[in-house]
């Protein structure tokens, strides 16, 4: 991660998920609630929110302490995405080659 120290933004408030450019990332974990623990013991805020849980995804955003925006999100078991099942994708493909 880096910060800009100059020019100065000609923007003071924080740049929202749906402003033009660069306005969030997002970060895939293994187990949303204890990362949010840890993300908020690290300076980030959620405001009062909880983690919307889709069925498939959990997820939430925040803002870092420099009010970048990132988004957690958690895929659950069983639907193609999880870290676990990407990588097994992978390895099949890499065997079919």
Known sequence: MFEYSAP???IAR???????GYTHFCIDVTDIESDILHLK?????????DFV?????RTIYGYDPEGNV???QQCMPGNGFTLEELGQGNAL???AE
Do not use: K, Q
Request: with cysteine; glycine share 10%; aromatic share 4%.
């Open 8 to 10: 100065p933004s000609d």
């Open 14 to 20: 924080p740049l929202r998920p749906n402003d033009r």
């Open 41 to 49: 013991a690290c300076g980030m805020t959620f405001g009062d929110r």
């Open 53 to 57: 849980d889709v069925g498939h995804v």
């Open 70 to 72: 990132i988004e957690v």
């Open 93 to 95: 493909r890499a065997r």
